[in-house]
């Protein structure tokens, strides 16, 4: 039989586990602030979405596939896309600290009742998603999803997270950032779209991969109309300025 090792050799055992997962922690935290303060001030030339939509491509051989963004300043975009944006997914954006207490609340309600879960992401939560993690759902990626969440809200500000949000958000298959996504939807650049094609923009948001900008269903359609009524009802971009 062999020999089982004796509590003095266990302890030590435990000890050198529990030193290499702090200093695995330490490494982690030290990288993740370094990252987060230098994505402050420099454009994000890639997110781990696109890495991941870059992989899948190379992987399942698809040969056609490009994908395609571009950073723009948010001073070069159309005032009208933040304020379509927050209106169609963060109206509390200005004011929270990066969760929407009272949405996460409701949520789990209607979940509780038996109707389906429907999401409660800030534009804060989905920028870190963006940027940072992997597709899927489970309790690690949200746990990891929210650290990142509380340090962009410590370390940005609201206009960067806008701004990085709208230069990674996938608006179509492939096409991420609203600089790709007015070029190829409409031809122009993004300082001039106007407030119904802002609007197109953001209805897809919850789903770009089912939903169409260039050829919208009716519920597409109706979202983007409910969009510019609820971006007017909020102040329009004077809305973002408070």
Do not use: C
């Not at 490009?66 to 975009?77: F, G, K, S, Y």
């Not at 897809?204 to 919208?216: H, Y």
């Amino acid at each position: 039989m062999p020999r089982r090792k004796s509590p003095a050799v266990r302890v030590r055992w435990y000890r050198r586990l529990l030193r290499w997962v702090l200093v695995v922690a330490g490494v982690f935290v030290v990288g993740s602030i370094l990252t987060v303060l230098l994505l402050r001030v420099v454009p994000v030339p890639y997110s781990a979405f696109m890495l991941q939509r870059q992989w899948q491509a190379w992987s399942a051989g698809e040969k056609g596939f490009t994908l395609r963004q571009r950073w723009v300043p948010i001073a070069q975009v159309s005032r009208e896309l933040p304020i379509a944006l927050v209106a169609a997914e963060d109206q509390k954006f200005p004011d929270h600290h990066g969760f929407d207490v009272e949405a996460i609340r409701e949520a789990i309600e209607d979940a509780e009742d038996g109707e389906r879960m429907r999401g409660a992401s800030t534009i804060t939560q989905q920028t870190a998603k963006n940027l940072f993690l992997w597709n899927g759902r489970s309790f690690v990626r949200k746990g990891v999803e929210a650290y990142y969440t509380v340090l962009l809200e410590l370390l940005w500000s609201k206009q960067r997270i806008l701004e990085v949000y709208l230069n990674v958000a996938e608006f179509g298959d492939g096409i991420y950032g609203v600089a790709a996504a007015s070029q190829h939807f409409f031809h122009k650049t993004p300082g001039a779209l106007t407030a119904r094609e802002s609007a197109l923009l953001a209805a897809v948001l919850p789903n770009p991969k089912r939903f169409r900008v260039d050829r919208p269903s009716a519920y597409v359609l109706r979202r983007a109309a409910w969009i510019e009524r609820q971006a007017r009802q909020l102040g329009g971009a004077a809305y973002l300025r408070q």
